[in-house]
């Protein structure tokens, strides 16, 4: 019987006689193959990219080693393809912080909200010109400690509702897809309601709420934006506490987020509490469940939370590059 790998190392070298002088790629490519649908994108990817790379080293895991793991020796590597969801990515990009190394988040898993968030292309081949072209910028990282364990985040973290969403749309998200967590959401409509305190960077608050989360990039599925803008390189976090009766009573707040896709709708309805901090601090009565980027360690309340300045560097596209360095622009000239 053939015993699997924990697993799998495959690289290649690539050498042209073409290349005429331009410098050519090293890159490291970290692959989960529990992620998503597998549709072969990666391979495609993979042979577009390779005519610019002079070396492709691929590492593979079925989920049963830790990531980190598959990093060793990334610092030789001119940028990490990080291939998987969004919970993939995060943990990546939370062993690579302030490294700057390169990272491109690679579409591969069910909602890819970090992708989407960034403006990234799904193609295959555009990938690979943005991998080619490398336009980068640094990102905020959010980072939470819970039982003495750190996880790090890239879009956002909570705690009650968001996380029983999420950990009821893992058994149907590979066949689901985005639908998965709308499913999940109608299935549990009356979800309890807990008292939390929070200290927001010294402020102490209490409210009783179905939830709060810290956001760093704002989109979700569907296109819904949680807040009105999207500042994941400003050196805070969205707080919002989710302060509805149930799960009815934010259908107004996703109505706000649905018409605020040009930006011209700000307001919220009165079911989210929207407040703004670089260190957070949750504890919940009865405790609550928490949730990063989609995944759900199955650890509760309490739990801390923190930003670390500009400290993961995602590859962008023309499109991504422009739209967060114009807001650096914006926030500089402002202040």
Not at 169 to 195: C, D, E, I, M, T
Not at 276 to 292: C, F, K, M, S, W
Request: neutral net charge.
């Amino acid at each position: 019987m053939r015993v699997k790998p924990r697993y799998t190392k495959y690289c290649q070298m690539y050498f042209s006689k073409y290349a005429r002088g331009m410098v050519l790629l090293k890159l490291l490519v970290v692959n989960n193959l529990q992620a998503g649908v597998e549709d072969g994108a990666l391979f495609d990817y993979l042979r577009f990219i390779s005519k610019d790379a002079q070396e492709i080293c691929l590492r593979n895991t079925d989920g049963s080693c830790d990531l980190r793991e598959l990093l060793q020796g990334a610092e030789r590597f001119d940028a990490v393809v990080a291939s998987g969801g969004d919970g993939t990515i995060a943990t990546i990009s939370h062993a690579l912080a302030d490294t700057k190394i390169p990272i491109l988040p690679f579409p591969a898993g069910t909602a890819n909200l970090l992708a989407d968030n960034l403006n990234s292309p799904i193609e295959p081949f555009a990938l690979a010109q943005i991998t080619k072209n490398m336009k980068t910028l640094d990102f905020d990282l959010g980072e939470i400690v819970v039982q003495g364990k750190r996880f790090g985040f890239g879009i956002m973290a909570g705690a009650g509702y968001d996380a029983t969403i999420m950990h009821g749309a893992k058994r149907s998200k590979q066949l689901l897809g985005a639908l998965a967590y709308f499913q999940a959401a109608v299935q549990n409509p009356l979800p309890k309601r807990s008292h939390i305190s929070l200290d927001i960077d010294g402020t102490h608050i209490e409210r009783e709420a179905l939830g709060v989360l810290l956001v760093n990039f704002s989109k979700i599925q569907f296109d819904i934006t949680l807040v009105h803008e999207n500042l994941p390189r400003d050196g805070s976090l969205d707080v919002i506490i989710l302060k509805a009766e149930n799960a009815f009573g934010l259908i107004p707040a996703l109505i706000a987020g649905i018409l605020d896709r040009d930006g011209e709708f700000p307001s919220r309805s009165d079911g989210l509490e929207i407040l703004r901090g670089r260190n957070v601090t949750v504890h919940a009565e009865p405790p609550l469940q928490i949730q990063y980027d989609g995944e759900v360690p199955g650890l509760t309340t309490p739990f801390s939370a923190h930003v670390r300045d500009k400290a993961v560097r995602y590859i962008l596209s023309q499109r991504g590059w422009e739209q967060f360095s114009e807001k650096e622009a914006t926030k500089s000239n402002c202040s």
